[in-house]
């Protein structure tokens, strides 16, 4: 049995844990999404308190601090599955709350999870063992299941809580269901940020979560409560939604931004001097998504269903945007080559999506420029007394248009 250093003893759990526990979690007072001052309701605190003690696991991180430990939050005995870049983001604001942290993962993150106070077991049969209140899944996506087939799951307490944060959530809604015993409680969950995105603290960011099965159980529900608090207290903005609905919309954002972020990656944008705020926004996105690893975009890719079309759709809409641009380029050139007229634009205000041939020969449609006052013939380049003047004033109106467009 492999485990973190100096833990062996406190997993020792009296041989009353089991029965200790369930009575003392019947105990717990439900507690839904409360603004943190109200829900300064009195609480049956620390449920596991016996159990804890027993195992000696006092979390110490950010104890006293203003938004740590207190009175008025139940801890929770959580397990972390898949100890990795996430797993361990969300460990760190775990342990700051005072929830007694366990860990278990491929690589040996021991050293890790001892610097946030947590338990690290390399062996998922002494995790299971240690009987924790949750199981959070933050294990790749591509790995999920093979983690979870890992799990002896009925070494777990009989009504285990079991949450995921996979970014995708049908898949794995459906596996934890066709995995885990019917008396286990289910949350499929995604919080929409990352070690990247929330430097600055969740205050405001996005946690979609489906409460997939919770038992009627008093005790259950105020477990699942419990959890949720941990985001609901953090400041988190609660989305409650469908996983099937969750992976609609999360082809459109999640993945479509993974996949231009990392498209632009191979572009090897770098700033300079200067860098417009529309270009600075590319180079955030580009170093936001390419931070996250592949499997993790390509877990996006593999398991919603929805990705297929979006990037079907991406790649019909870059195709667009260059039939447009050689369309009009071919206009450009046909008018040079068969009328010696310099078409050099365009379109009327306002006409954001032209008919793409209208100019081309045969057709009706005045020749591009000759809705302009001076334009009958005007030469291709500025040997007109005030072609520069134009020139200036056309720069100086995209200019303009750039500006704005930032700004919006
Ligand atoms: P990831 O690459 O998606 O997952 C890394 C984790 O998966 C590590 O714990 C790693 O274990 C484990 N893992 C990978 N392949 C494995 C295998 N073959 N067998 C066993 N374990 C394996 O990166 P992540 O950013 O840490 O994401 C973890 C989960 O959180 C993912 O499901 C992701 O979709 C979700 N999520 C991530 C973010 C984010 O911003 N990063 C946000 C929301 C949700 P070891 O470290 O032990 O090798």
Known sequence: MAMSSSTSSRLHLPSSWHATTTKATCRWRRQRFLPVAAAAAPLRLRAVHATDAAAGQPIDAGSGAADGPDDQHPRLKIAIVGFGNFGQFLARTFARQGHTL??????????????????????????????????????SILSAKAVLATLPVHRFRRNTLFVDVLSVKEFPKNLLLASLPDDFDIICTHPMFG??????????????????????????????????DIFAREGCTMVNMSCARHDELAAATQFLTHTVGRMLALLGLEPTPIDTMGYQALLRLVANTCSDSFDLYNGLFMYNQN??????????????????????????????????????????????????????????????????????????????????????????????????????
């Open 307 to 408: 990705s297929t079309e979006l990037l079907n759709r991406l790649e019909s809409a870059m195709d667009e945007i260059k039939r447009r641009l050689f369309d009009e380029l071919h206009q450009v050139l046909r008018k040079q080559l068969f009328e010696g007229s310099p078409p050099l634009n365009t379109d009327s205000p306002g006409s954001s999506s032209p008919p793409l041939n209208k100019n081309s020969p045969g057709s009706s449609s005045p020749p591009l420029n000759t809705d302009r006052p001076d334009s009958s013939t005007p030469p291709l380049k500025g040997d007109s007394p005030d072609s520069s003047s134009a020139t200036e004033s056309s720069d100086h109106d995209q200019d303009g248009n750039n500006e704005k467009s930032e700004n919006n």
């Open 195 to 228: 070690p990247e995105s929330a430097g600055g603290g969740w205050g405001g960011l996005k946690f979609v979560y489906d409460e997939v099965r919770v038992g009627d159980c008093p005790a259950r529900r105020a477990r699942a409560d419990a959890f949720l």
């Open 102 to 139: 366990l860990a278990h993962s491929r690589t040996d993150h021991s050293a890790a999870a001892a610097a946030l106070g947590a338990t690290f077991f390399a062996d998922p049969h002494d995790l299971c063992e240690s009987q924790p209140d949750v199981v959070l899944l933050a294990t």
